[in-house]
C-alpha cells in the first residue's frame, strides 16, 4: 500500500524554524514527484512547496520563498521541508502529497494533482 508519513511538527516562536520529514513506502520513491501542502482553519489546502522525482525540478510558494527549503532522499524515501523564520501566518496542518501520474506540474503545486495524501503534522506558530 502507498503511504506518506509526516512528521516533525510542532509549537515554535515566530522567527523559530521547524524541520518537516516526510516518509515513503509502498511504491517506488524515485519515480515520483512530491510536494508540501498546508491547510490552516476556514482556508482551502495550498501548495507550499514541491519537488520532481530527480530534484531538478523545484517549487516554492511566493509566501515561503527564502524561508523554507525542500529536499529529498532517493535513497531513504523521504522529502524534508526546512522552515526557517517562522510567521504566525505559516500555522497550519501541513501535508505531504504524491504528484498523479500523468498530470502536469503546474497543477499538482497548486494542489489540484495529488493521488495520496500522507496524514498532517501540526505547525503552530505563535509567541
Known amino acids: 500500500d502507498v503511504q506518506l508519513q509526516a512528521s516533525g511538527g510542532g509549537w515554535v516562536q515566530p522567527g523559530g524554524s521547524l524541520r518537516l520529514s516526510c516518509a515513503a513506502s509502498?511504491?517506488?520513491?524515485?519515480?515520483?514527484?512530491i510536494g508540501w501542502f498546508r491547510q490552516a482553519p476556514g482556508k482551502e489546502r495550498e501548495g507550499v512547496s514541491s519537488?520532481?522525482?530527480?530534484?531538478?525540478?523545484?517549487y516554492y510558494a511566493d509566501s515561503v520563498k527564502g524561508r523554507f527549503t525542500i529536499s529529498r532522499d532517493n535513497a531513504k524515501n523521504t522529502v524534508s521541508l526546512q522552515m526557517n523564520s517562522l510567521k504566525a501566518e505559516d500555522t497550519a496542518v501541513y501535508y505531504c502529497?504524491?504528484?498523479?501520474?500523468?498530470?502536469?506540474?503546474?497543477?499538482?503545486?497548486?494542489?489540484?494533482?495529488?493521488?495520496?495524501w500522507g496524514r498532517g503534522t501540526q505547525v503552530t506558530v505563535s509567541s
Open positions: 509502498g511504491f517506488t520513491f524515485g519515480d515520483y514527484d
Open positions: 519537488i520532481s522525482s530527480r530534484g531538478g525540478n523545484i
Open positions: 502529497g504524491r504528484k498523479r501520474y500523468g498530470s502536469t506540474w503546474y497543477r499538482f503545486v497548486r494542489a489540484y494533482a495529488v493521488d495520496y
